[in-house]
């Protein structure tokens, strides 16, 4: 089929689609909103709300946990987090394809909102019970099984949480605002889990918890309830533009990947996911043991949330607004964090404030990254549609899952990996050897240099772009009556 033939295909599958679906033409500017406020809201806050809280603790403070509290070595901990996260990449395609072939009385991706707070929870709370068990290797199988039990949670309600934005929503501008919420929602959340998280271990230890992680979990858990339920109420016949996908797991996936032009956006997605990631998870260390001020934790996970925090509400509006595009917003942001990481690796150790204050202006250029290149998903999804006339958006954003969880794969086992390697000892603040100091730097600020790089020279060259004007074509064509 060729494109030109697709393109048409497309647009004549989805009129007959809106025409059953009763779609109007917007007589008003209120009515050109193709979903409600309410669908805007809970899509916001089910991923990026409480839920991603347990991930930014998750994020922070479990390698610590296992490592300081549990007592198991840095290298089994390194393999605990490789394997549980390399599984949990490998069924995201899987998933992708069980989503987009789900034929429900509910719908096609909106049974698994039902189902996701229930094992949020579950998996969320018990991975940090402590049995007392005695042996290393039962604790690091109980942590491993918890693990993967809630990275598998994850998958089931991350790629149809993805995939019914563009279902529902096909403008750019809308999808873009809907993200921008989300990663603002994403902002607060990591806020709560990065900078008060100790504080709020701290209260519910002080309140008899013999672990205050478990309480704090489930409250988290709890209002997972909220919002994943309320986004499964909202989009009750919002899956608008579908069609029927392709059946066939391996078809399916070859359908997107024998296409050359998704790679670069499949590596920009990796690296993003590495690049903060590498400055995010190693925080930690690095003011325990590098900057040797385990004091100051707190302040300054409070710094780089609060720069997360402005970067997804302010900067990554305004970024949009001025540069046009996500690709361009997502090439500025990257550009201005490595210069900014670059400093720091230097200079960062000779002065505190210092340290904060390219930190925040850090954060604050590259937290919005992780959500920029969600627009690629989008542009992904349509670019297949432009090409093949059928609909892949629950396989296209599990192969963004898949790439971005191989990120998040190198990120979790490889800071531990490089600490076992370099000499890092437990507990030794102060008596680090300098092979892990040197360690510890490049981790935090230059591994995010070279990861930045990388994305950058996938988002310019990136060919989707050449497409965009057909892609345009095709989705107005959508729209008509």
Known sequence: ???????????????????????????????????????????????????????????????????????????????????????????????????????????????????????????????????????????????????????????????????????????????????????????????????????????????????????????????????????????????????????????????????????????????????????????VYYMMYYYERPDLIGIYMGIISIGALVSMVVAMPIFLKVFKTGQRALCVSQITSIVLYVILFFFGKSSFTLLCVLTFVSSVTSAMQNALVNILVNDTIDFVMYKEGKTANGLVSAIKGFAQKCGNTVTSSGILAILAISGYVAGAIGQQPESAMFALNFIKFGAPSVTGIIVILCVVFGPINKYKKDIEEMKAKMHED
């Not at 697709?6 to 007589?27: I, M």
């Not at 929602?185 to 209260?203: D, K, L, R, S, V």
């Not at 709890?222 to 391996?250: C, D, H, I, M």
């Open 1 to 283: 089929m060729d494109n030109n033939s697709a393109a048409r295909q497309a647009g004549d599958v989805f009129e007959g689609f809106q025409a059953n679906s009763g779609v109007k033409k917007a007589t008003t500017k209120k009515a050109n909103s193709e979903v409600s406020t309410a669908f805007k809201w809970f899509h916001a806050t089910s991923v990026s709300g409480s839920a991603m809280t347990i991930a930014a603790v998750l994020a922070s403070y479990l390698s610590v946990y296992m490592t300081d509290t549990l007592q198991i070595p840095a290298a089994t901990c390194s393999l605990i987090m490789f394997i549980a996260t390399l599984w949990d990449a490998i069924n995201d395609p899987m998933m992708g394809v069980i989503a987009d072939n789900t034929h429900s009385k509910w719908g096609r991706y909106r049974p698994y909102f039902i189902f996701a707070p229930i094992l949020l929870t579950f998996f969320g709370t018990m991975v940090w019970v402590d049995w007392g068990f005695a042996s290393t290797t039962a604790k690091a199988a109980y942590i491993l099984v918890m693990y993967i039990g809630y990275g598998m949670t994850v998958t089931m309600y991350t790629m149809p949480q993805m995939a019914i934005l563009p279902a529902a929503v096909k403008k750019d501008q809308e999808r873009n605002i809907i993200i921008t919420m989300g990663a603002g929602c994403t902002a607060a959340a990591f806020t709560i889990g990065n900078t008060f998280t100790t504080n709020i271990t701290a209260f519910f230890a002080n309140h008899g918890f013999s672990n205050g992680y478990v309480p704090y979990m489930l409250i988290c858990g709890a209002l997972s309830f909220v919002s994943f339920w309320g986004l499964f109420k909202v989009s009750k016949g919002q899956e608008r533009y579908l069609t029927e996908p392709e059946k066939n797991p391996l078809k399916g996936l070859g359908m997107v990947l024998r296409h050359k032009e998704v790679y670069p956006n499949i590596i920009a997605w990796v690296g993003a996911s590495m690049g903060y990631g590498l400055m995010f998870s190693s925080s």
